[in-house]
C-alpha cells in the first residue's frame, strides 16, 4: 500500500493495458517459521508473506498493481465498502502437483464469477485477463507456502471493495482489488462426516431479483443469524430455502447441493439432481464440475427443481440414497441429518454415501493432479 516505489521492481507482468505488476521486496518469513503453520494450517487463519493490491479510479481506470507485504490496510472511516457494502469476493485454490509445479482449479471461471459480481454491484471489472495475472502473480511470488501434504492446498481470496471516502448511497468512484493466500489443511482431517442441517424457515437468503447469484459480501452477513439458529438447533449447517413458497431446497450455507436418486453403487444406475440456477443460488464451480464429472462416469445429472418433501417423501420411500453438499472449500460434504419445524428425517445411515464418496475422489484426483486433467481445468503457475 505504500505510494513509493522504493525496493521494488516492474514485473514483465501486465495487470492491464499500460499498468505493470510492481513486485516489491516483500517481508519473508523464514523456512523454520513457515513449517511451523503449514504443520497445521487449519482453514483461513494464517496468510502468506504476499498480496496484491491494484486501484481503480474512475475516469482512470486501474493502476497502480503491485505485490506487496501482507498486511494491514489503511483506511478512512468514511470508506464506502464499511457503510453501503460495496465489496465481493471470490474463492479458489492452488493445488501442488506431483511433477513439483503449482496449478490453480479452473480460475478463469471464478474470474468470469467475479466479473458478474462486479457488474451487479455497480463496481468496475477487473478484466479477467488482469484477474488470472493477478492470482498467477501471487501464487507464483508465495509458491512456497503451498502445501505438499496430501489434501493440502492453497486457498486464495481475491475480493474488490468500494474505498472511496464518503458517505451517501452511489457508486463509488475509487476501488481496491486484492488478492490474499491462506494455506489450507484437509477440510476433514479425521475422515469424512455427514453434517447435520437446519430448515431455515424463518430468514431467507436470497430473493428474485436480489444478489443470491454473486458473492457479495453482504449476502453472508445477512446469513450469520439462521446459521446461528442451525447450531442452536444442534445442528452444523443451514440450508436456505427458496423465498416465495420456501418449499424448493436452495443451497447450504456457502455450498451447493446434489441429491442421488437410486442406487449410487452401481455406475450409471442413480441420477443426481441439483437445484436450477434460478437467480437466487450461487451457480458453484465446483458444482458445475461435479455435473460434468458426473456425466463422464456416465450419471444422468438434472438441473431442476427439488422440494424439502420430494425430499422428505424420497428419503421414506427410498428413492433419496444420498445427499451432499460441494464447494470449494470443503469440496464435498455428506448430508445426514435433516432437522425441520415440520418433521426431522435422516439421509442413508448415517455415513457417507458410496456415490458421493466416489464423485469427491474423482474431483480430488483431478485437483491433486493424480489423474489426466480430460476436462482442461487445471491453470499452471509459471
Ligand atoms: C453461497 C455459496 N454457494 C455455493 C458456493 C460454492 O461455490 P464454489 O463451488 O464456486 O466454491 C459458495 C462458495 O463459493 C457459496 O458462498
Redesign the pocket.
Known amino acids: 500500500m505504500t505510494d513509493t516505489l522504493s525496493d521494488s521492481r516492474t514485473s514483465a507482468r501486465m495487470f492491464t493495458e499500460g499498468v505493470p505488476v510492481v513486485v516489491e521486496d516483500v517481508r519473508r518469513r523464514t523456512p523454520a517459521e513457515r513449517a511451523a503453520v503449514l504443520e497445521d494450517p487449519g482453514f483461513g487463519r494464517h496468510f502468506t508473506d504476499s498480496m496484491f493490491v491494484a486501484r481503480y479510479r474512475a475516469g482512470e481506470g486501474w493502476y497502480d498493481a503491485r505485490l506487496t507485504t501482507y498486511g494491514p490496510l489503511p483506511m478512512d472511516p468514511a470508506t464506502a465498502a464499511l457503510h453501503y457494502a460495496q465489496s465481493i469476493f ?3 485454490k492452488a493445488y501442488a502437483q506431483p511433477d513439483g509445479s503449482v496449478a490453480t482449479f479452473r480460475p478463469e ?2 474470474a468470469a ?1 467475479f466479473a458478474r459480481g462486479a457488474r451487479r454491484l455497480a463496481m468496475p471489472v477487473v478484466p479477467e485477463e488482469a484477474f488470472l495475472t493477478a492470482v498467477d502473480a501471487l501464487v507464483d511470488a508465495d509458491r512456497e507456502w503451498v502445501p505438499t501434504e496430501p489434501d493440502q492446498t492453497l486457498y486464495l481470496r481475491p475480493y474488490m471493495l468500494a474505498s472511496e471516502p464518503f458517505l451517501g448511497v452511489r457508486p463509488a468512484h475509487e476501488y481496491l482489488f486484492l488478492i490474499i493466500a491462506s494455506p489450507a489443511g484437509a477440510y476433514f482431517p479425521r475422515g469424512v462426516q455427514p453434517v447435520s442441517v437446519y430448515l431455515s424457515e424463518d430468514y431467507i ?1 436470497a430473493a428474485p431479483g436480489g444478489t ?1 447469484d454473486v ?1 457479495c459480501a453482504g ?2 452477513a445477512a ?1 450469520l443469524l439462521a446459521q446461528e439458529q442451525a447450531i442452536e438447533a444442534g445442528c452444523d449447517q443451514v440450508v436456505w430455502l427458496d423465498a416465495v413458497e420456501k418449499r424448493y431446497v436452495e ?1 447450504m ?4 447441493l446434489f441429491f442421488v436418486l437410486g442406487s449410487g453403487a452401481e455406475g450409471g444406475a442413480a441420477e443426481l439432481v441439483t437445484p436450477e440456477l434460478t437467480g437466487t ?9 461435479l455435473i460434468e464429472v458426473a456425466r463422464s462416469m456416465g450419471y444422468r445429472v438434472t438441473e431442476r427443481l427439488f422440494s424439502v418433501e420430494e425430499w422428505r417423501q424420497g428419503v421414506a420411500d427410498g428413492t433419496v440414497t444420498e445427499t451432499f453438499a ?4 470443503a469440496v464435498i460434504t455428506p448430508v445426514g441429518e435433516v432437522k425441520a419445524r415440520t418433521g426431522d428425517f435422516t439421509v442413508g445411515d448415517g455415513t457417507p454415501g458410496p456415490l458421493t464418496m466416489r464423485l469427491r475422489e474423482a474431483l480430488l484426483d483431478i485437483q491433486h493432479g493424480r489423474v489426466a486433467d480430460t476436462h482442461g481445468w487445471l491453470h499452471r503457475v509459471g
Not at 326 to 329: E, L, M, N, R
Open positions: 471470490e474463492g479458489l471461471a471464478n464469477r437468503r443470491g458473492k449476502n453472508y446469513s443451497e450455507g456457502g455450498m451447493n443460488l450461487l451457480p458453484g464451480i465446483t458444482r458445475d464440475s460441494c464447494g470449494t472449500a
